[in-house]
């Protein structure tokens, strides 16, 4: 294989994101198609990174009291139905056992489109009295939701996430719980994926079914589409009480529990690509990537060239860095082309001249900057050091393209133009739901979400032109969205 | 609650096992019973020590080599029919989605019952030579088999395992892969869950559906039937052939690869419960205990009792020990009974008296044993030092429970009463399948495996008294099972 054949086959990025996607999600083996429409395969490349993803993410999880479960994936149909606004948002697309063991099934099971009811109907079970609460669970698991237009990692038929339950005693303890792992959300993002997020308020429109609101963290990808990554729901009372979830309080009167949930999913991959990505493929985050730091020898067959490496991949694994020691009989040139698209993070060159002059010869995958520098007495501490700053400039550098790419508009033109140029548009907003349908049906643009700063600073929706009173519009971001 | 009344309400022993078994379960939050009749809920409590033996066992996994993925939970039914002996094998108890998105499905859909058959389709795919040789890939997911009669952990409509498949290029390797993992599953057993385990390989009868050979682990219950814990299957290239899997080999020939698959699930869960349990409820190992120990103080309020516990738990904690602080406002006799039916290893009880004389009052839940010993200035290395003598003395006992219930028999009456008094019959048997198939219809016993060593002890078949020739007979152990 010629050295950039790899690089060859992937889509120009600028003039075709689309494919550019799809070409680094197959060809860095990330992820493949299943045999049955809409389902993907993780691959061992991309299970890496979620497997790293799942542990900076449940540690954080444990980090607020709540503890991991597991629930069956069969929820009985009656279910789903309980809770009005619940069925009608998720009956459409389930996907449903009708027989099983040979016979017809008395009860349709739907295979969980997200957990809500059958949790719920083990938490009455469980609630007696306000000592039991707040009751905090989690759990990992795969989910099903049967959707027309599927793409790896971004919308399939079943993909993987955490969902988060809790139950609370008052209203104030279900919000602050649900603001709580936003932050948390967010928080991860940034410091573990090297992801600025919009945070905020969904409308009443976007919001999960059977919530009484709903808050979520978007990212911008590279052509400006937003990508929603989490979410985080206070549902209010709208289960506890469809489900009869009642604790009797200190003052001895039985009240039905207030309750949140809050989930991210395998779509973060899709942030992670479509975020930092560039013309080669991949580019990782140290945090999350399979492996931090790729050594490639050079002139493997010279003395002491072999020795070092060896010796240098067990000192950097001793110290808990992720190294692969590349001594595959390939060419330098077409490891570092293969280990480029698959997005290392750091790259060490080893030869003859580096063991004689002391050197390591480096590659940063975030710049795509060649380096030399003196082999320092603790190696761990150089490379971990190089490795910090990599996760860093990731960060500022998706902070920077999200802030060139944010509009301020006050009339529809202005708005539609400046989101169809690739950029998220921050405007004040009537908050009608025609207005927003209207926009959607019109340019498929939407809202994605109202930042807690509600500082007013015009008096027309700037997407209907509609005069608002005093404390009428509110402050909302507008995009294209996957 | 009075002091004892957890205790009292488990089922005796001796007298009810499975009812003692099913109290443990529901009582100590393990687990608990799904809406959808045969499903199962894991609590915090249970699902904490499914993380324990996850995180002990994907490490053991991923040193040999093999990688995590993750593959659609569902099957094409017509997958499923491409190799004969597997579709009959799985056919009967497999749930099957055949409307989804509001539309019936052109082709049903297999939920897995296991994911041979749809690995095999992309293994198709991704596999060309014999660079691309070993292939091994293991997955943790949810898999889905409809039972008739059901028992949490034990048997269940939807289970979590680890499922491994790996493609070789001979049918040496193969062999050596379906071994190397059976020893993977030994080890752990022992070491991880203290339990020994009975280890060969199954009858043509109990292999697996579409295998050459099938081996197992199986332990021994404290009613003397056997739990079969993890198998490791040889599939030669019965699955290869059904789904061309082909590889071009060093001498520019095509060839079907061999494979094997091999897993193990939360029965695990299962046998530690009835392996080590007693009548105060669970006995946990150290190495999967949730909370390897607990901390009461006793007379909190009395001075330095709190700074001392709550200074011992962060020392210990900082050490990796995972420790419970109970501040909870209960009687040190009801957090003991608590703790102990939890079956937390050690307890310390820490009071003034403890604190003026130096010393710790602890109690080791293996032996039911209160004793105390001067506080030493290593707290962590003295509390790891006891933590893993329960580890040893655990899987000392059941080891010795298990060695004073296995018999050797010769005859079809000695051998039925054997095993009906609680005991594992090892016994030189015929191998035909007749044999076999009419113990357990009129016994319920069933071979469980043949051990490595093969030496012939005796020249009749202790079930059927048919002579055999010289290396004919197989040796062979006999017992119910769940």
Known sequence: ?????????????????????????????????????GTMVMRPYGYAVWENIQSEMDRRIKATGAKNTYFPIFIPYSFLAKEADHVEGFAPEVAVVTYAGGEELSEKLVVRP???????????????SYRDLPMMINQWCNVVRWEKTTRPFLRTSEF????????????????????????????????????????GRKSEKEKFAGADATYSIEAMMQD???????????????????FNIKFLDKDGTHKFCYQTSWGTSTRLM?????????????VLPPKVAPYQVVIVPIAAKKAGVM??????????????????????????????????????????????????????????????????????SDLPAQISSILTEIQQYMLEKARAFRDSHIRVCYNH??????????????????G???????????????????PADQTPFSDTCACCGKKLDKGEGKVIYFAKAY
């Open 1 to 37: 294989m010629a050295e950039n054949e790899f690089v060859q086959e992937i889509a120009d990025i600028k003039s075709d994101f689309p494919q550019w996607y799809t070409d680094v999600v197959l060809k860095t083996e990330m992820a493949d198609y299943g045999p049955v429409k």
């Open 114 to 128: 997200t957990s809500e009811t059958i949790i719920c109907n083990m938490f009455a079970k469980w609630v007696q």
């Open 160 to 199: 993987l996430w955490q969902e988060g339950h809790t139950l609370h005693a008052t209203p104030e303890e279900a919000e602050e719980e649900t603001l709580r792992m936003l932050e948390v959300y967010r928080e991860f993002s940034e410091n573990v994926l090297a992801i600025p997020m919009f945070v």
């Open 224 to 242: 400006g589409k937003s990508l929603q990554a989490g979410t985080s729901h206070n549902l209010g009372q709208n289960f506890s009480k469809a």
């Open 270 to 282: 899709g942030a992670l690509i479509m975020v930092h990505g560039d013309q080669r493929g991949l």
């Open 307 to 376: 020795e070092w490496v060896t010796k240098a991949k067990q000192t950097l694994e001793a110290a808990g860095i992720r190294v692969y020691l590349d001594d595959r009989d390939q060419t330098p040139g077409w490891k570092f082309n293969e280990w480029e698209m698959k997005g290392v993070p750091l790259r060490i060159e080893f030869g003859p001249k580096d063991l004689e002059n002391n050197n390591l010869t480096m590659f940063r995958r975030d710049k795509n900057e060649k380096f030399t520098a003196p082999i320092s």
């Open 413 to 430: 033109e202005d708005l539609v133009n400046a989101v169809n140029e690739g950029n998220f548009v921050k405007a004040m907003w009537c």
């Open 432 to 450: 009608d739901r025609e207005c927003e349908e209207k926009l959607k049906s019109d340019t498929a643009i939407t809202t994605r979400n109202m």
